[in-house]
């Protein structure tokens, strides 16, 4: 057994979102997730949609309280731009939801839990999606005047800002491999114009930010899946370091060094997409770099050159490489993603060593596990050893690449309290504190006692646990 300590500092916590946690109690607008369960509700898990979520907007205090229990001395969740936003163009707010965020943000502060508070995780407006969303550059204007209305209402207590969680995810998941609405697939053009105005928008936002002379700091939050070649052959090699360019570092380039890479531009002028950043837009990206950076990581991406076809009728990425399963992995079975712990410290490592050792954390990291309720223990204690196991492999990762220099200063799960998980619903629980859909009912998991322990003396002990280890 090894006991690995970490620094005095260091945040420690977990991060959720509003629209998994808030329910829609009380919101003026429809969000994108909102629309699609109305429209779709047989595309979510046992038919859950979000209008309860966990009901966070009605439980706030107490489960803050419990976060502190867990030991959290940090959270991170987002401000629904559906609820704060009364009028879009003028962003006038709507007064119950300044109280509810300010009453959340007063809670927190009294319990000595840091918020980092996150602009936009994954719920456009609905209205915004009819206008043609983040394809059309005025959402990244209207976003800035959202921005604007939340750094005004809450700037002074909040010192950790962030405009997106996983802004890939929307062009991924929306117009490329149709997981999320509005569900299309390989529309390639429309998911670069949507990569390029949210980059715009996130700098809009963080020149907002320090324009206001906020006394924090502002960056974004972004998924990194390490992009594994099957083989050394050429053209798997290929394939990886494309699904690197386009889903990794597009979004690390833009926000952290300011700039579009040429290799970027090229792949984009070979695929025939009219990528064009305007003189305006290059200085905005420049100048408004981040202060630091969030990076969510759940597993690896194996990937080899296309060998199936794939007709489409127009370019997407999908075309210059497919994913591949290789067999004998260790695989989390409820979530189908691979468990590769190294890959953190690759992360780590890349951010040390290919983008000037900015601050940054891990934002998410977790396993979500189905039908948790066998593990319930004789003291009706959900004995969840595998999440266990899980942390202490990512945070030995990472505690390795912190003695090389990485500059990380936190690390969150996902998450605190079991949550509504988008289309997968409450299908997978994530949670150091479990919840009952139906009746709201909270109860501590044994992870709740052991992050308690980690977070509070800063010491990770690597023994790994075996019983109930699925991991
Ligand atoms: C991340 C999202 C979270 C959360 C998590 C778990 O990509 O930022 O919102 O949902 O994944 O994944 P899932 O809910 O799809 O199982």
């Known amino acids: 057994m090894r006991t690995l300590a970490f620094p005095k500092q260091f945040l420690w916590g977990a991060a959720a979102s509003g629209p998994q946690t808030e329910g829609s109690a009380d919101k003026l607008h429809e969000s994108v997730m909102d629309y699609w369960y109305r429209n779709c509700p047989q595309d979510f898990y046992d038919g859950i949609g979000p209008d309860t979520a966990n009901d966070f907007y009605h439980r706030c205090q107490e489960d803050l309280q419990a976060m502190k229990a867990c030991g959290f001395n940090s959270f991170r969740t987002s401000i629904q731009w559906t609820r704060l936003i009364r009028d879009f163009e003028t962003g006038e ?14 809670t927190a502060e009294e319990l000595g839990i840091e918020l980092i508070l996150n602009l936009h995780h994954f719920d456009l407006p609905m209205e915004l999606l009819d206008q ?98 099957r083989s050394m052959s050429k053209e798997d090699l290929a394939a990886a370091d494309f699904v690197e360019l386009f889903y990794n570092r597009f979004f690390m380039d833009a926000c952290i060094r ?7 531009q090229s792949c984009m002028k070979q695929a025939g997409i009219d990528f064009e950043l305007s003189k305006e837009e290059k200085h905005l ?43 004998g ?3 989390n079975p409820y979530r189908g993603w691979e ?62 690449a912190m003695e090389e220099g990485s500059a990380c200063f936190g690390f969150h799960a996902w998450t605190a309290l079991d949550c509504w998980s988008w289309n997968n619903a409450y299908k997978n629980r994530y949670g150091f504190i479990s919840v009952d859909p139906v009746s709201q009912k909270r109860s501590f998991k044994k992870s709740a006692e052991w992050f308690r322990e980690l977070a509070e003396s800063g010491l990770l002990k690597t023994a790994s646990g075996s019983e109930n280890s699925e991991s």
């Open 339 to 400: 468990i590769d712990p190294h890959c953190l410290y690759d992360i780590a490592m890349t951010v040390k060593n290919e983008y000037g050792n900015i601050p940054w954390y891990v934002s998410e990291n977790g396993m979500g596990v189905e039908g948790e309720e066998r593990f319930r223990d004789e003291n009706g204690i959900i004995n969840d050893q595998y999440r266990m196991d899980f942390y202490t492999e990512h945070l030995e990762a990472l505690h390795q």
């Open 258 to 264: 300011g700039i579009v890479s040429e290799k970027f």
């Open 285 to 327: 990206l420049q100048e408004n770099t981040v202060d630091f950076v969030g990076l969510n990581y759940y597993h690896p991406r194996r990937v080899r050159s296309r060998e199936t076809e794939l007709i489409t009728e127009e370019w997407t990425p999908n075309l210059w490489f497919e994913d591949y399963e290789k067999p």
């Open 329 to 331: 992995v260790r695989i």
């Open 132 to 229: 043609g969303g983040w394809e059309n550059p005025r959402t990244a204007r209207l976003f800035q005047i959202y921005a604007a209305t939340a750094f005004d209402l809450f700037g002074e207590s909040v010192r950790y800002w962030t405009g997106f969680n996983e802004p890939m995810v929307i062009a991924e998941a929306g117009y490329l491999d149709g997981f999320h609405w509005p569900k299309y697939r390989n529309k390639g053009r429309a998911a670069v114009s949507i990569m390029k105005n949210i980059a715009v928008a996130n700098a809009l936002a963080a020149r907002e930010y320090r324009r206001k002379k906020r006394n924090g700091s502002f960056g974004i939050i972004l998924n990194l899946t390490p992009a594994i070649p």
């Open 93 to 106: 707010p709507d007064e119950k939801a300044v109280d509810f965020y300010r009453d959340m943000i007063h």
